[in-house]
């Protein structure tokens, strides 16, 4: 999976304080592919799209902050069976949509690092349009919502210094601990009239670490992370392993 993003972000009011009101708008465009593995057979979903996001930031003189996130993404996707060796379905449409709120505050420990208990509920829907495979079998989707909470906290560790030609370099690496829990009951997709429903764990565990190295004043800056997500339970057969890697230049 790979992504283009790119926004702006404005400051819309700062108070005598310090606090501080942001607001951004951003596009993106990404591809990703799955492999499928299953009993029944195998398969793979290539999927491209493209979408546009807002949001709404304040961020207080006293470290708290609240972030406010909304996205929305179209995208297109071809469904193909390796069991079968050949195409299920050719560019499906489908829409995405995702709204979450953040508050947190950071409290410094000093030598640059800081704790920051945080919170965040995300609400996400996914849809696509119903289509028939090639044995003219009916897919449709009937739910693909998801309502899921986090609490947890990050410690942080944040460097500053002035390199040989004047400019500012930064650095920031970090880890945290999350507790999720999704309230909603997973996704059904109804094929022939048979309702098939997917919905992992309610309760997982999630430990993550990663990183920003910025210069040239924070005008350009690589970053990476590493995730673990596991279930309270079975944790065997409900767990996820994800990174990110990626680049970024400002304006």
Same mark, same amino acid.
Request: glycine fraction near 14%.
């Given at each position: ?76 996707? =071809? ?47 996914? =849809? ?71 919905? =992992? ?51």
């Amino acid at each position: 999976m790979w992504k283009l993003q790119t926004g702006i972000d404005v400051p819309l009011y700062q108070s005598q304080n310090g606090s501080l009101l942001t607001g951004g708008v951003n596009f993106t465009y990404g591809k990703a592919k799955a492999d499928i593995h299953s009993f029944f057979g195998d398969g793979r979903i290539n999927s491209a799209g493209y979408g546009l996001g807002t949001s709404l930031t304040w961020y207080g003189n006293n470290g708290v902050y609240v972030d406010g996130q909304l996205q929305t993404m179209w995208f297109d996707s =071809d469904l193909s069976s390796r069991t079968e060796g050949h195409a299920v379905a050719s560019g499906n449409n489908g829409r995405g949509y995702t709204s979450a709120i953040e508050a947190g505050k950071g409290y410094a420990l000093g030598n640059g690092l800081s704790l920051t208990p945080q919170m965040q509920v995300t609400y996400s829907r996914v =849809d696509f349009d119903t289509f028939r495979d090639p044995f003219d079998s009916e897919v449709s989707l009937q739910e693909g919502d998801s309502l899921r909470g986090r609490i947890g906290v990050s410690l942080d560790k944040e460097t500053t210094w002035s390199a040989k030609d004047g400019t500012t370099r930064r650095s920031h690496i970090y880890s945290h601990l999350d507790l999720h829990n999704e309230f909603l009951n997973g996704s059904k997709v109804q094929v022939s009239g048979v309702e098939f429903a997917t919905r =992992d764990e309610r309760q997982s565990v999630g430990l993550g670490a990663g990183g920003t190295y910025e210069w040239q004043n924070g005008r350009y800056a690589v970053y990476g992370n590493v995730n673990l997500l596991g279930a309270t339970r079975n944790v065997s057969d409900n767990y996820a392993v994800g990174g990110t890697i990626g680049a970024r230049v400002s304006w």
